[in-house]
């Protein structure tokens, strides 16, 4: 099971990483560089994909290291998946090496002689990866790579492509809130932003973009008498957290009033949460956590009140008032109130605090 923590960073930003110390407790061995080709293989309508799987074949050196990655989920940026590897004699998948991987669902999979026919490369990667090794005194080892480079996607004459620029934290001993710590250490000299998306899917979308993205409700709860308290309160944790991430990008680039409802939705449910739960957990309670909580609340509260006040309490006012001309002057006087703090809370949605947020709710739920 590969896990691990994807953040952006800027390019202008890189040398200021090259420079991170280890923070106290931690060691940092000297930097390893080299070149990695990614070469991503799918069927012409992205078979694999729709069962959520990606196969490449990455050149690593002098050798090919054929992957495969399938299942798993992303929280706050956390990417849990299982994972084969295994060195293969050239730049094409050896389906063998996944037959005799003892996984009876991939192994099922790629038993198709049809599928395996239909196999093409469909994008490829490129970049150039800086690694370092941290370890803690208590044993927990993170792997940090610094890959920048480019995804490319169709011919090369006029193939898309997108810039990477990106650090991966990946676990190699010990518990996974370590790469939540780590990156807190990390954010505090460079600016970062969690990444919900891999390279793979970003070149499967410049293969075929997706469509615009919509303010999403929250998902329905999978909970039965089952499951322990601790693991009722984590699974609705992490619910609030994907809701209020799956939101965050359209809050900052879209127009929808929707995107800072469900953001505020996701605060509320978990504050609620947590004040449920410390009720019969006391451990639960973390004044500063939820202070943070609150303070996100807060800043996409005054949104959300002018939102509703212009679209939902005004209109119809105003088109049952025969001399509206006053009404209309409020009205217009509050769309510039309603802009200007929805400009505050994309603020506040991009600001390094709102990053150190969820990267202390990733440690803090690990833990």
Request: hydrophobic share 45%.
């Amino acid at each position: 099971m590969e896990i691990e923590l994807k953040l952006l960073i800027a390019p202008a930003d890189v040398s200021r990483l090259r420079r991170f110390t280890a923070p106290a407790g931690w060691s940092r061995s000297a930097p390893k560089t080299k070149n990695l080709l990614s070469i991503y293989f799918d069927t012409d309508d992205f078979a694999l994909r729709q069962q959520g799987i990606a196969l490449r074949v990455r050149r690593d050196g002098h050798r090919w290291i054929q992957t495969v990655k399938g299942g798993g989920s992303v929280k706050a940026g956390l990417h849990s998946r299982i994972e084969i590897e295994a060195q293969v004699a050239r730049a094409h998948p050896d389906f063998t090496k996944i037959l005799n991987a003892s996984h009876p669902a991939l192994a099922e999979l790629f038993a198709s002689p049809e599928l395996r026919e239909r196999l093409q490369p469909v994008f490829t990667t490129r970049f150039r990866r800086t690694l370092w090794l941290l370890e803690s005194a208590q044993g927990d080892q993170v792997e940090m790579a610094l890959d920048q480079g480019e995804i490319l996607a169709g011919s090369s004459a006029t193939a898309a492509t997108a810039a990477i620029s990106e650090v991966e934290l990946e676990l190699n001993a010990g518990n996974p809130a370590v790469l939540y710590e780590a990156a807190l250490a990390l954010v505090e000299r460079v600016p970062l932003r969690l990444e919900n998306a891999s390279k793979a899917q970003r070149g499967y979308d410049l293969c075929a973009p997706p469509p615009p993205p919509k303010p999403l409700k929250a998902a329905a709860l999978d909970l039965n008498g089952e499951v322990s308290v601790e693991q009722a309160f984590q699974t609705i944790a992490w619910s609030c957290i994907d809701h209020l991430q799956c939101n965050h990008n359209g809050l900052l680039v879209g127009e929808d009033v929707e995107y800072v409802h469900q953001m505020r939705v996701a605060m509320r449910r978990l504050r609620s949460a947590f004040g449920l739960f410390a009720k019969i957990a006391p451990a639960i309670r973390d004044t500063d956590l939820t202070g943070e909580i609150r303070w996100l609340a807060s800043e996409l509260g005054a949104a959300r009140d002018w939102d509703v006040f212009v679209t939902e309490t005004l209109p119809p006012i105003l088109s049952h008032t025969l001399d509206s001309q006053g009404l209309q002057k409020l009205y217009d006087h509050a769309l510039i109130i309603d802009a200007a703090n929805r400009e505050h809370a994309r603020r506040a949605a991009d600001s390094p605090r709102y990053q150190k947020l969820l990267l202390r709710l990733g440690a803090w739920l690990n833990r």
